[in-house]
């Protein structure tokens, strides 16, 4: 049972456009809401997070935007630039990061 | 500050035999992790230790066993490798302060 849902599966970008990645989750019961930006080869890094008692943060050129009613949260990253190609995974755990669900993650590719 | 690390980076078992994989943080913290990330099903978390001399089951911890062996490492053990183990495989801490879990660069493993 695949607690957190994310999509696309795999996304394309032209350089200086908006990428926008979407999460689902079903348990009531999270709390804690991060996004990971993961290169090749390398391990997953956290990019921004967010808690349910806001409905938006922003990092940059990074926000997530949190919907509680409907269960959701999105990675939006303005002004795509090629160095934003990586995998992004949005996960979700309760009581903080001790236990991190993921999704299934994203592959984005940003065209120069 | 060399941060997460992982012995080794990468390995080939046959069916049946046996591997320990290592990890160590050099950060101080409390909590350390292990993942296995397998394509299109994101990172899962296998088992953890939420301090010193406590570990527990993650979602996918049939097939494995773990050691914290100091506040420094945490082991994970293969006993009888099967081809469904083949996977990268992360470690992760974090500190008591703050929510972030730091990543190791993943030990690459193929069970043939």
């Known amino acids: 049972q695949q607690q957190v849902k994310q999509s696309p599966q795999s996304l394309i970008v032209q350089k200086g456009g908006i990428s926008i990645i979407n999460c689902a989750y079903e348990n009531t019961a999270f709390d804690y809401f991060p996004w990971y930006q993961q290169f090749p080869g390398k391990g997953p890094a956290l990019l921004i997070a967010?808690?349910?008692?806001?409905s938006e943060k922003k990092e940059g050129r990074f926000t997530i935007s949190f919907n509680k009613s409907a269960k959701q949260f999105s990675l939006h990253i303005m002004d795509s630039q090629p160095g934003d190609s990586a995998t992004y995974f949005c996960a979700a755990s309760i009581g903080g990061a001790q236990k991190l669900v993921f999704g299934q993650g994203t592959r984005l590719t940003i065209n120069p | 500050n060399a941060g997460v690390t992982q012995t080794p980076k990468f390995q080939v078992l046959k069916t049946g035999q046996s591997m320990t994989l290592q990890c160590a943080q050099d950060m101080n913290h409390n909590s350390m992790y292990w993942y296995r990330q397998d394509p299109g099903m994101g990172l899962r978390l296998i088992y953890y230790?939420?301090?010193?001399?406590?570990?527990d089951k993650g979602e996918v911890p049939n097939g494995y066993n773990v050691s914290r062996l100091n506040k420094r490492e945490f082991s994970l053990r293969l006993e009888s490798a099967a081809p469904s183990q083949t996977s990268v495989y992360f470690c992760?801490?974090?500190?008591?302060?703050?929510?972030?879990?730091?990543f190791g660069p993943g030990t690459r493993l193929t069970v043939t």
């Open positions: 967010i808690r349910p008692d806001v």
């Open positions: 230790s939420a301090s010193e001399g406590t570990t």
């Open positions: 992760a801490s974090k500190g008591l302060a703050g929510d972030e879990q730091y």
